[in-house]
């Protein structure tokens, strides 16, 4: 037996008939119900449906059900956005059959919006929210989904979750389904993002409770269910930021706090610097501020500065400005006796301190400028009891012996250390949990297609916010050296050269060989799953150029996804994302002895690595994510084809590469090369 669960304002009346009429395309029966106006019946009374349809599900009364079924999903919506969806709803468009909700709208109707989304969190609590927080998130046979993902690409999505339930539909079907049940047709005619009040489809996009959630209301709903939100996967990236100065001279992070919606507490301890950093964070949610010094004790101490009126009238450079610290010393080596040094005390406490403080339970990054006290503030972190997933800290006023020592203490801790040059001398050391580091873009290059790799990385630079730090990209060759990569690094600096042992190749055949500058060559794609020292790997062909963002791809945890092809019943392995249980050299030599036993085929190692995962789980990205050159008539006109691609792949001939003759498919693709030359050209261009 199967089972769906979902919750109020999670979209569960579209997802339920979606999966309703593909559940009676495929010859099965569902029994539906609603959890908060009737008990779950008894599993006997269940066992001639094929799947139970759950609505608002109570924890404890659904166990016997749970227990039972082998397979499930439950999906979640942010709850954020849940209560701003409720909040409309329940006001204008929801049916009230539930009296509760008679009350509750005509009482939204007599108060304020504001106060009106603080009764929502107060309504929605006992009985959706209370239980979203009560549910276990990780029960093996219950795969949970965000309902953010359902909405944002319908027919990959469902396409997984019907294969996950083993409900059997064609794709066609399963397109008409969706079209049936689009936002379009259900909200009478408005698009998607286009806001309609008067509608119970009101405006069909995530993240809506960015523009309705004041201070107050966050206040009120961090109160509440402000862990909810990390329970669910929804936490917002936080941090806290040790010599906040004024949150704009020179700051690191200011841009993006206020561009992503950071969350995080600004540290710093001068009265004059603090003002202004609270100023010039005005009207920006899930910032706290403290005016305080971070260092190893509580208490009092003095702390010496140059005042911005001092700056100014000495025409000192505004980096002056960001100088704090205990030392008074320190401050006359950068401003000399001339300038008046002042003097403030401030209260101090050790950062674990303020951790306790703010109940800080996930730290994504930690950022110190504490003008050579860095290590100092480090070491007053409980590591036992938080471990920032990132740490930025100004080095350049260590001496090699407290540098050392710091950089021991952060390994010894499970960081890998990354240190910011600014000409011959290091300014700020990255550390990253080496958990967190794992991650490489991989390709199988070799000399000829050398030119292909560049234009390739060139491309996926330019479009993407891809962070050395977070992400290592690897080249797979038999014939490349590092002094060939010395180009390539100019566009991206971490990139690591993996040779491949050609000799395990030998004896495979292949009926692409012509195309390649070798025999075998097209196999050597096998040596990705070999990659074990990563957690995910995303493969790129060489001959692909990059047009546009890649989040789906760079943010997917799946254990293996790929984009199938329009032509032929496979997927195409020019894109694929790999996870850590496939990230192991035995499925390397297992495709190489599977390639052995079953010989030459059409499509050579793509058929091989189809046939593999054949009887796994593939999550499909869409078409955009691999279009090859040659759909280029089925899919879209030439004006809009851009937009809609964010991977264009050159299969068959490549552009680099002289031709006498195009086969009869690729006739008609020559104007798609324009793409791959553009970023050639700019990096002839940044060559001068």
């Known amino acids: 037996m199967r089972v769906w669960l ?29 959890n908060f106006t009737c008990r779950s019946p008894s599993v006997k009374d269940l066992k001639d449906f094929d799947m139970v349809f759950i609505h608002n599900p109570i924890t404890e009364d659904v166990q016997e059900i749970l227990y039972h079924c082998d397979k499930g999903l439950h999906t979640v919506r942010d709850p954020r956005d849940i209560i701003t969806s409720a909040y409309f709803s329940h006001l204008k468009t929801h049916p009230d059959w539930y009296p509760r909700l008679k009350d509750q709208r005509a009482k939204l109707q007599t108060i304020s919006k504001e106060d009106g989304m603080i009764s929502t969190i107060n309504f929605l609590g006992g009985w959706i929210l209370d239980e979203m927080y009560k549910w276990d998130y990780h029960q093996p046979h219950i795969t949970e989904w965000h309902m953010e993902d359902l909405i944002e690409d319908p027919f990959t999505t469902f396409t997984k979750i019907l294969q996950d339930l083993d409900i059997q539909i064609s794709s066609n079907k399963l397109k008409e389904i969706l079209e049936t049940y689009s936002f379009k047709k259900l909200s009478n005619g408005h698009d998607r993002g286009h806001e309609d009040t008067n509608n119970h489809y009101r405006k069909g996009v995530s993240g809506d409770w960015k523009n309705h959630f004041t201070p107050k209301v966050t206040d009120a709903f961090e109160r509440g269910y402000g862990r909810l939100i990390d329970k669910m996967g929804y936490g917002c990236f936080q941090f806290i930021q040790v010599g906040s100065n004024d949150g704009v001279s020179q700051d690191l992070i200011g841009d993006k706090v206020r561009g992503e919606g950071w969350n995080g507490i600004l540290v710093e301890p001068i009265p004059t610097y603090f003002e202004q950093l609270k100023m010039n964070y005005q009207g920006h949610l899930g910032l706290s501020f403290e005016q305080v010094a971070i260092a190893s004790d509580s208490g009092y101490r003095k702390i010496y500065y140059v005042a911005p009126e001092e700056v100014e009238k000495h025409g000192l450079p505004e980096w002056v400005k960001l100088l704090g610290s205990f030392s008074l010393d320190h401050i006359k080596k950068h401003v000399g006796d001339a300038v008046r040094v002042d003097c403030v005390s401030v209260p101090c406490m050790p950062l674990s301190d303020l951790v306790e403080k703010y109940h800080v339970e996930k730290l994504d990054l930690l950022a110190i400028d504490a003008e050579g006290y860095d290590f100092e503030v480090l070491k007053s972190l409980d590591f036992n009891k938080i471990n920032p997933r990132q740490i930025v800290l100004e080095i350049k006023h260590l001496d090699q012996e407290t540098k050392a020592e710091c950089f021991a203490f952060l390994k010894q801790n499970g960081y ?15 550390a990253v949990r080496s958990t967190c580091l794992r991650k490489a873009i991989a390709t199988v290059c070799n000399k000829r297609f050398l030119v292909g790799f560049e234009v390739m990385l060139k491309s996926l630079v330019s479009n993407n916010n891809l962070k050395p730090v977070d992400w290592e990209i690897v080249v797979l060759s038999v014939d490349l050296k590092e ?22 190749y030998e ?6 060989a012509k195309d390649m500058p070798g025999a075998n060559g097209s196999y050597l794609k096998y040596e990705v799953f070999s990659l074990d020292d990563y957690d995910q790997v995303i493969f790129l062909d060489s001959d692909t150029v990059i047009l546009g963002d ?8 799946c254990g293996f996804g790929a984009v199938h092809e329009l032509y032929i019943d496979q997927f195409n392995t020019g894109v694929m994302v790999i996870g850590k249980q496939y990230l192991q050299k035995r499925v390397t030599d297992e495709l190489i002895q599977w390639t052995r036993d079953i010989g030459a085929t059409e499509h050579a190692d793509q058929d091989i690595i189809n046939m593999y995962f054949s009887k796994g789980i593939i999550q499909y990205f869409p078409i955009g994510y691999n279009f090859l050159k040659i759909y280029h008539k089925q899919c879209f006109d ?23 003759y195009d086969t009869p498919i690729e006739q008609g693709c020559h104007y798609l090369e324009r793409y791959w030359w553009d970023y050639q050209h700019k990096l002839i261009l940044e060559e001068g």
């Open 6 to 34: 979902s919750h109020h304002k999670c979209a569960t009346q579209w997802q339920c008939q979606i999966l309703i009429d593909a559940l009676t395309a495929a010859g099965l029966k569902g029994y539906v119900y609603d």
């Open 416 to 430: 890998t250390i990354y240190a910011q040059e600014d000409g011959d001398k290091n300014v700020n050391a990255c």
């Open 550 to 557: 890649l989040s789906l791809l760079l943010d997917s945890n």
């Open 483 to 504: 002094r060939d990569l010395r180009r390539a690094r100019t566009i991206y600096p971490r990139i690591k050269l993996h040779n491949i042992v050609f000799s395990k």
């Open 638 to 660: 030439r004006a809009s084809l851009a937009k809609h691609i964010k991977i264009l792949h050159y299969v068959i001939k490549k552009p680099w590469m002289l031709r006498d």
């Open 507 to 512: 004896g495979i055949q292949t009926t692409l």
